[in-house]
């Protein structure tokens, strides 16, 4: 990988773990809700909030990578059955992205990042709606390419064109790392980019996917793998 000159990554279960944060933060919604908007938990469980997400997700197919529009037409359409109209959405989308961005990083997430910064650029990729500015690590990151500004979510080849030219190099240049076997390595692997596949639980790699140029443990890993610790 000599000729690598940018790195993008993959956010959750790349640098933290995101299924606590995401129950976590779900059910403090559900409790806001319950505490200042009650006529909408009394309508409606929290499974009935995931239908209806589904639901949306349906009728509104070309925005379905966009999951901060999502959440917000949910939020309306139970508000508004509830009569309260749109009154809870701002509230609660507050509510959750406090919540949602409340994230611990991997012990080795900072150094390693730190340390690839200094010879690549790096920028983050991700289909979900992470703020880095809250999480506190937007100062390591060159650019940060999200679904909902690239117009498609992973692994459609579009988000990582967008990815590579925003690490200023070419696709081919750029070295994708990330967990998932699909959204991540093949998505990338078919854009033309080298990729490295994050398997921190030992998993096996799908026998019917096209292989990884690399696998790591965790993203400080990484540093040995491009040859810049031994």
């Not at 559900?30 to 309508?43: F, H, M, V």
């Not at 940060?144 to 590579?164: H, L, M, N, Q, Y």
Request: charge should be negative; hydrophobic fraction near 45%.
């Amino acid at each position: 990988m000599q000729d690598i000159r940018a790195i993008t990554l993959d956010l959750d279960d790349t640098l933290w773990a995101i299924e606590p944060v995401i129950v976590r933060a779900e059910k403090a919604l559900y409790a806001w809700l319950q505490e200042n908007y009650p006529r909408i938990t009394e309508r409606f469980s929290p499974q009935d909030l995931m239908q209806m997400r589904e639901d949306i997700v349906t009728q509104y197919g070309e925005k379905s990578h966009d999951f901060t529009f999502l959440r917000r037409k949910v939020l309306g359409q139970a508000g508004a059955a509830a009569g309260y109209g749109e009154a809870p959405v701002d509230g609660a989308m507050a509510l959750f992205s406090a919540c949602r961005n409340d994230v611990e990083l991997f012990p080795e997430v900072r150094p390693a990042l730190s340390a690839l910064g200094e010879k690549y650029s790096l920028i983050a990729v991700t289909n979900g709606n992470a703020n880095l500015d809250t999480i506190g690590i937007r100062d390591l990151f060159d650019g940060v390419v999200s679904a909902s500004s690239a117009g498609v979510a992973k692994p459609a080849r579009e988000i990582f064109d967008v990815a590579a030219k925003a690490g200023g190099a070419a696709n081919h240049e750029t070295l994708h790392v990330g967990d998932h076997p699909e959204a991540d390595v093949v998505g990338a692997s078919e854009a033309g980019l080298k990729s490295v596949w994050v398997n921190r639980h030992g998993a096996d790699w799908p026998d019917h996917l096209r292989r990884p140029d690399g696998i790591v443990k965790d993203v400080g890993e990484l540093l040995a793998l491009l040859g810049l610790r031994s």
